[in-house]
């Protein structure tokens, strides 16, 4: 090993330039802003972008704008499978997480009686659209039980659910909006591609929080927004879609003459990326900042758990000195603690089993469902 390779070494290099990191974060000079679980601070080379495009448009038009920016928007595509490891024709752009979400699960005949099997620790919204489903489709919802030591979904019993039960779908969410938990998405994923079975994974708090593999994870669509640990801007998000997928010719329900071509009167053909899962009306400036905060975020590398965590702590100790920040951290961190005990999705997973498809059945649109997302 170099001697600059040892841990003391590491501890003497700060990793991060915080005060660069902070120039370019107009945010800093006005907010101590906590909340990258809602959204976080855009970077000064995201709202550049998203300007400039504007400005664009207002001066030679939209779609001459679109057009003189085509290559910048492609880089969407390929930043984010760059993020994911993935290829750029496996990504759809969404406006957000939960549009790509229901756009996934509108591609999938369900048929009265077949099963979705998801966890214990899941987004309401989901939830809601897998009860919406059951109304509609007469589909059963199967909640895989946790584990007793804590560490979220028991996988052993997902796994038994899946061979008794055989579900058309299976999906998880990998980081739950509120408690910290961070599911073990890849090992559900290893038995969905042993048993075949189709997968869906809700990453909306993971990207650019976490680095991820949707290779390494098996599954066939995933779902993110990139508002938050990205730093993009609000009313965008992505989803990922296999190859797999892609061959099996999953589709949206609502299929546009973007995501397919109209070939005779009565046949259209979907196009073979997931571009299928696109409408042809985009928010050029939002995709082009979606993809600047990418680019920034793969420049300044902060994949690895909790490392946008050290950024933010590192943002707010250049303005309020260590100390302070360790103060506020903890004010925040308590009334985190306080969001999540009352949070409707802590108590969804404190219900017993009968009552929780009650709780989502009851709850009102409009009601808080996270206190940060
Ligand atoms: C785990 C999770 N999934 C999905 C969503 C929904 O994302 P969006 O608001 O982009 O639809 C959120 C939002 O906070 C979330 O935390």
Known sequence: MKADDSASALREEPLLDIAALRADTPGCASVIHFNNAGAGLLARPVLRTMLDHLELEANIGGYEAADARAEQVHDFYAAIAELINTGPGNIAFAGSATHAYSNALSAIDFRPGETILTTRNDFISNQIAFLSLRKRYGVEIVHAPDHPDGSGVDVAAMAALMRSRRPRLVAATHVPTSSGLVQPVAEIGRHCRELGLLYLVDACQTVGQYGMDVEEIGCDFLTA?????????????????????????????????????????????????????????????????????????????????????????????????????????AIGSAAVVIGLVVSPVSRLSRLPSAMKDEAAETATPGEPVTPTG
């Open 225 to 329: 927004t990139c508002r938050k640990f990205l730093r993009g801007p609000r009313g965008s998000g992505f989803l990922y879609v296999s190859d797999r997928a892609l061959q099996d010719g999953y589709e949206p329900l609502f299929i546009d003459m973007h995501g397919a071509r109209w070939i005779e009167p009565g046949t259209y053909r979907p196009a073979d990326t997931a571009t299928r899962f696109e409408e042809w009306e985009f928010p050029y400036a939002t995709v082009l900042g979606s993809a600047a905060a990418v680019r920034y975020a793969l420049r300044v590398g902060l994949f690895g758990g909790g490392a946008l965590g050290g950024l933010s702590a590192g943002l707010l100790a250049g303005a309020i000195g260590a100390r302070g920040a360790l103060t506020v951290a």
